[in-house]
């Protein structure tokens, strides 16, 4: 700071020329880093201590390094030792391949920094988001004019939650939940994503008001089971308040009877709600099930940009038939807020869990405009395609039994003729995922489908080719053949032996345990030539020589005149 403060230069400030400088070579890197995301592992599965290895386990340093520095460190720390959701066969969860434009839309969004909390702090923003909610709800064909943007999933539900909780209980924000009255109860599948156990949880209800209705034999809520579910508990004197439909279960892709359930819902006075967070984005293809079109009859919805519109992580949304309900729900004003009040005005503050609310509309705002509507629905009927192009090749290779496919999530199994106890055949496929995922070149998650332990492939990204969809049951073949063989383990214990790491320290270890592992799957390269490393001398060369960039252990080459004197000596002692 300078005395009397008539001029400052911060630590963090940066000349225009310095941003712009910094900024063209950081977007130089990332240019390159998405070029290469096919050609490189979807993870390198390092381990904790590799990562703290790489991070450095340094204090807060006392004094700054120069931002053009700290970008290029950055990112090299992020583009070697992260798990690539972007890449082309990243199969695992409900994680989408990022569009380019969210990554600059989200550059754009921090430069200018608006507060998306209320109207006069970001005018414009705050527009931007509204109009973002309205295509969302336009492109799924659901009524109504409240929504608002959150994190993601878990968030969007929890909206919705509380919305129902609000309507179906006008006292409950002054009162709480009186323990005298009788228990609120909410109605859910035993398919329905974990949120709703945390929201029973958080929001005061507990998880015993929960009531898990059983499932069909296509893991789909069976509405004659909610039917007389809903009647025990008034019969009790138990207070229904919410029933939840899925469209696109996180296991399987199923979505409930929606029509069904809403009828349900409405003779009896319940909200429903719809957990969308994945598959109500489907509702916008032509050929949709009338069920997933029937979640327009639903009180809210919850639906994820960062799913199936592939917007960059956070990014979630919350659907309300009527804004003003958000409002009964969240809504406080404090003497220290003085912001517009009509009801034309939007604050988002009002409609929300939060105040203070980054911009995270504009990514998806972009990726919307950048696609148009036929651009996202043939994005969505191509994951689907290629999960059945994934499916059918499964049904081709030996050793595989098909499970489920719905909208664009395929589960299987590994299932050689040699393990038929069912317990030995979980075991074996959930050791199998691990070693999938560790691999590198495929990465997947599991399902427990009817009992069975399962591989689950999720396609939600455009990188994703019928060539990588059709790869992943020769891979899990491969690799299943090996564990059934005993190999790895063999091959783990040999590759220990190999090389007499203890002499060199932790640090070296962990490099050159790494570069093993890259040669192994073949995705190491000589850093002079470019050339790929199958030698095993080559490859414990470049772990010490990263070792020794890193500080670590390593012991120096000896020269061939101090071998030969060694050599000399022993003869003379023999």
């Avoid at 994951?383 to 499964?394: K, P």
């Avoid at 081709?396 to 055949?425: K, M």
């Avoid at 799957?521 to 490859?539: F, I």
């Amino acid at each position: 700071m300078m005395p009397g403060m008539s001029k400052r230069i911060a630590p963090l400030e940066m000349t225009p020329a310095e941003f712009r400088a910094a900024g063209h070579r950081l977007i130089d890197r990332i240019g390159g880093f998405l070029a290469s995301i096919p050609d490189r592992p979807v993870t390198r599965a390092e381990t904790p201590s590799e990562i703290r290895s790489a991070l450095g386990s340094g204090g807060l340093p006392e004094r700054g390094t120069k931002a053009s520095a700290l970008l290029e460190r950055a990112s090299e720390l992020l583009f070697e030792h992260s798990l690539l959701n972007g890449h082309p066969r990243f199969m695992a969860y409900i994680t989408s391949s990022a569009a380019p434009i969210g990554a600059l839309a989200d550059l754009l969004a921090a430069s200018v920094n608006p507060n998306v909390g209320s109207f006069s702090l970001a005018p414009i923003a705050t527009e931007i988001e509204a109009q973002t909610v309205r295509w969302i709800s336009e492109l799924i064909g659901y009524p109504g004019d409240g929504g608002v943007l959150v994190s993601g999933g878990n968030m969007a539900n929890f909206v919705c939650f509380l919305a129902a909780r609000r309507a179906k209980d006008e006292e409950v924000r002054v009162r709480g939940i009186d323990p005298s009255r009788a228990k609120l109860r909410v109605y859910a599948s035993a398919e329905t994503h974990t949120w709703i156990q945390k929201a029973a949880d958080l929001f005061g209800l507990g998880t015993e008001a929960l009531r898990w209705i059983p499932v069909d034999g296509e893991l789909r809520m069976d509405p004659s089971a909610l039917e007389r579910a809903i009647g025990e508990d008034r019969a009790r004197g138990d207070r229904p308040f919410l029933v939840v439909g899925t469209a696109g279960s996180v296991g399987t892709g199923a979505v409930d009877p929606l029509r069904a359930i809403a009828g349900i819902a409405r003779r009896h006075g319940l909200w429903f709600h719809v957990d969308g967070a994945y598959g109500a984005l489907a509702a916008a293809l032509p050929g949709a099930s009338a069920d997933l079109k029937a979640l327009s009859l639903a009180d809210s919805v919850a639906v994820d940009p960062h799913k199936w519109l592939y917007a960059p992580v956070e990014a979630g949304c919350a659907l309300v038939k009527s804004r003003a309900v958000l409002r009964d729900t969240f809504s406080y004003r404090p003497s220290y807020y003085h912001f517009d009040r009509d009801d034309d005005t939007i604050n988002f503050y009002e409609l929300g869990l939060q105040n203070s609310r980054g911009f995270r509309a504009l990514k998806v705002w972009l990726g919307l405009l950048q696609a148009g509507r036929r651009g996202a629905v043939r994005m969505m009927e191509d994951d689907i395609a290629l999960a059945g192009h994934l499916a059918r090749a499964v049904e081709r290779t030996p050793g595989l039994e098909l499970l489920t496919v719905g909208l664009s999530i395929v589960t299987f199994r590994f299932a050689p003729p040699e393990v038929r106890d069912p317990e030995a055949l979980n075991a074996l496929n959930e050791k199998l995922l691990t070693a999938v995922q560790e691999d590198g070149r495929a990465y997947m998650s599991n399902a427990v489908v009817n009992g069975k332990y399962v591989l689950r492939a999720c396609i939600v990204n455009f990188r994703t080719t019928r060539q990588d969809a059709e790869s992943i049951p020769g891979i899990v073949v491969e690799i299943g053949r090996r564990l059934v063989a005993g190999t790895d383990a063999a091959r783990s214990e040999s590759r220990r032996r190999a090389v007499p790491m203890a002499k060199y320290g932790k640090k070296a270890s962990d490099k050159v345990e790494r570069a093993m592992r890259e040669k192994k799957k073949g995705t190491l390269k000589s850093g002079r030539s470019g050339k790929k490393v199958t030698s095993r001398k080559q490859a414990i060369a470049i772990g010490l020589s990263e070792a020794r960039k890193a500080g670590g252990k390593v012991p120096k080459k000896k020269s061939s005149a101090s071998s030969s004197k060694k050599s000399s000596s022993s003869k003379k002692k023999k």
